[in-house]
């Protein structure tokens, strides 16, 4: 753990709130997976990934500068994810991302203007994205609004889709469950596999998405790989394709 005195005291914090040992820096040794506040943020650090054999960290970082770039180049309301959920020009539909991850496209969606729920169930994870929404809402470089639409709950998306009593449902629920195990699956990739260590499988895909259709307003989009099959045997109402993945839109 470094030094920095606040970095130990939100260490301390997340230990107590999490129920996880805090360790000093002396035995960090004497384990391979740790949960690391560091001066980049918060941090999953695995010493040895199962795969490379190599040093692998995972952390969210809102401003990236690839995200950045995808942001302000990606294609605005054009690109394939903003058509997906019904963005169109002067129409911004309120989005409820239930299987949340690393955030990425809840935040492209809110810097189009979107109002975005990202929901994730896994303890670790939420905590990665909270510690990455308030480095990003602390930063002068990134308009505020954006920060300002995003909303993070830690929980059971089936669950709390079912026990959701509000008036004011989303117009769209976004899924993008665990990509199935392929020899070519996006999943080989060390942040998609550090992820499956924490969350597990997605084996309730096709009940999330008959929840997730009760739930929504207007539509469901479910992203998946290419070649991949449904989530269910009900067919979307339409499919965008991509090059290496697909939306299936399925309008209510």
Known sequence: MAGNAILLDKAAALAKRMHLSQISPAKQE?????????????????????????PVTLHVDFLS???NYRRQHGG????????????????RPTIFDA?????????????????????????ILAALLQDGLERAAASHDLDKNIINNLTLVLDDAISYMN???????PDTVYLDPMYPHS????????????????????TDGDKLLQVAMNYAQKRVVVKRP???????????????????????????
């Open 65 to 67: 500068e690839s995200l």
């Open 99 to 123: 299987t949340a991850g690393l955030g990425k496209d809840s935040f492209l969606l809110a810097s189009l203007g979107c109002r975005v729920t990202m929901i994730e169930r896994s303890p």
């Open 30 to 54: 004497e384990f391979n997976t740790l949960l690391v506040y560091t001066e980049k943020g918060l941090q999953i650090q695995l010493k040895h990934d199962r795969k490379s054999r190599r």
């Open 163 to 169: 026990s959701d009593n509000k008036n004011t449902k």
């Open 76 to 91: 605005g309301i054009k690109q394939a994810l903003a058509r997906a959920v019904g963005i169109k020009p002067g129409i």
């Open 183 to 202: 020899k070519k699956s996006a999943l080989n990739k060390q942040e998609m596999r550090i992820i499956r260590e924490f969350v597990g499988d997605d």
């Open 226 to 252: 290419k070649g991949a099959q449904l989530l269910t045997s009900t067919s979307p109402s339409h499919v965008i394709k991509m090059k290496n993945s697909r939306y299936d839109v399925y309008m209510l």
